[in-house]
């Protein structure tokens, strides 16, 4: 499962840089940059069947996390304005749904990543 959220977060990560591309700026492509690098490492370690995070996972895990809720906020947010003024262009719609799509499997992917590392401890 851990597998596959990590080919499914790179292939949303590639997806979300497309859509927003319009309009992009630098903590975006940083942002994406860190997911792509952290789901390299996760699968990295799936591979070697390596169980224990390195600092710079510990890192991007954080820094992937703080990125999600910063995507979900923006996706969140542009959702509200475009309802408040009636305006729903499909470059929009096609951005707000990617945004949530990848924002919630990178957030099932952190949260099953921490609880198998968890798991694996007992």
Request: include cysteine; aromatic fraction near 18%; charged fraction near 15%.
């Given at each position: 499962?851990?597998?596959?959220?990590?080919?499914?977060?790179?292939?949303?990560?590639?997806?979300?840089?497309?859509?927003?591309?319009?309009?992009?700026?630098?903590?975006?492509?940083?942002?994406?940059?860190?997911?792509?690098?952290?789901?390299?490492?996760?699968?990295?370690?799936?591979?070697?069947?390596k169980r224990d995070w390195s600092l710079w996972q510990w890192l991007c895990a954080g820094i992937?996390?703080?990125?999600?809720?910063?995507?979900?906020?923006?996706?969140?947010?542009?959702?509200?304005?475009?309802?408040?003024?009636?305006?729903?262009?499909?470059?929009?719609?096609?951005?707000?749904?990617?945004?949530?799509?990848?924002?919630?499997?990178?957030?099932?992917?952190?949260?099953?990543?921490?609880?198998?590392?968890?798991?694996?401890?007992?």
């Amino acid at each position: 499962m851990l597998r596959t959220l990590s080919y499914l977060n790179l292939v949303f990560a590639v997806v979300y840089f497309l859509a927003y591309l319009q309009d992009g700026n630098r903590i975006v492509v940083f942002g994406l940059l860190v997911v792509v690098v952290f789901n390299w490492m996760a699968l990295l370690n799936l591979e070697n069947e390596k169980r224990d995070w390195s600092l710079w996972q510990w890192l991007c895990a954080g820094i992937t996390l703080l990125y999600a809720l910063y995507m979900g906020y923006g996706a969140v947010s542009l959702f509200i304005d475009a309802i408040g003024h009636h305006y729903y262009p499909g470059v929009t719609i096609r951005l707000i749904i990617s945004g949530l799509l990848f924002d919630f499997t990178i957030f099932l992917q952190l949260l099953k990543s921490w609880y198998e590392k968890i798991d694996k401890k007992r």
